[in-house]
């Protein structure tokens, strides 16, 4: 099926105030500029040097959003071009974005990665841990960080009642703390599970092979 169908395809089942970001990595520039012509502005990344490689080419007005690890080595080189960081996983990551951003005069997006699920693999700030630094309002310091809202990746399961809990567990972290951030994003869901994260109100999802089809490495 075509990026063109795909696309229709997905608007029709995803509500219009749900945020779609187009996972892009390892597509070829001419899948992203097809989308992009069909109206899609919000591109995922997850490798720094492509996410660079891939702005220096395609329109200025596509939102880049860097959903991969990040390095803090990396922070500097990324700053000026990306819309949205959506993997802070540390205070150190936190500081670095900071400071790099206050040198450019910038307040950068970010949303803080949440380790949610069973697998050893995935990244982020653990429940009790970033609860620790809610209620301590360490994260005021930050000036030029814009905490707009909360990541989690859910288990590579085949069990949705195991997706559907570990869902269930951020959507009640972000509603616990929401009024006093301002959160405005919970972003759960790709393309194995975005329908369950919909039904958690996830407002955020990340799609890749369902709008650009299998992965190319």
């Known amino acids: 099926m075509s990026i063109e169908l795909n696309l229709k395809k997905i608007k029709k089942v995803v509500p ?8 892009s990595k390892t ?29 220096e080419t395609l329109p200025k007005n596509i939102r880049w959003h860097m959903i991969g690890h990040l390095q803090r080595n990396k922070v500097k080189s990324i700053l000026p071009i990306v ?23 910038k307040k950068i997006k970010v949303l803080i990665q949440i380790d949610i699920s069973q697998d050893q693999t995935k990244f982020g700030f653990s429940f009790d841990h970033i609860e620790s630094i809610f209620k301590s309002n360490e994260l005021e310091r930050f000036h030029h960080v814009s905490i707009d809202g909360l990541m989690g990746m859910a288990s590579f399961t085949e069990e949705k009642r195991i997706i ?38 996830s407002n955020m ?13």
Not at 16 to 23: G, H, M, N, S, T
Not at 193 to 198: M, N, Q, S
Not at 205 to 217: A, E, H, K, T, V
């Open 83 to 105: 819309y949205m960081i959506h993997s802070v996983d540390s205070i150190r990551l936190f500081e670095e974005i900071n400071n790099r951003a206050q040198n450019l005069k």
């Open 16 to 23: 219009q105030d749900i945020k779609l970001i187009a996972v």
């Open 164 to 201: 559907k809990k570990e869902f269930l567990s951020l959507q009640e972290l972000y509603n616990k703390y929401k009024k006093k951030y301002s959160f405005k994003y919970l972003s759960m869901g790709m393309s194995g599970d975005y329908k369950i994260a919909i039904k958690c109100n």
């Open 27 to 55: 597509k070829p520039i001419s899948d992203i500029q097809k989308a992009y012509s069909l109206g899609q502005l919000d591109f995922g990344e997850n490798k720094v040097q492509e996410l660079i490689k891939k702005a």
């Open 205 to 217: 999802i990340r799609l890749g092979s369902n709008i650009f089809g299998s992965r190319n490495y």
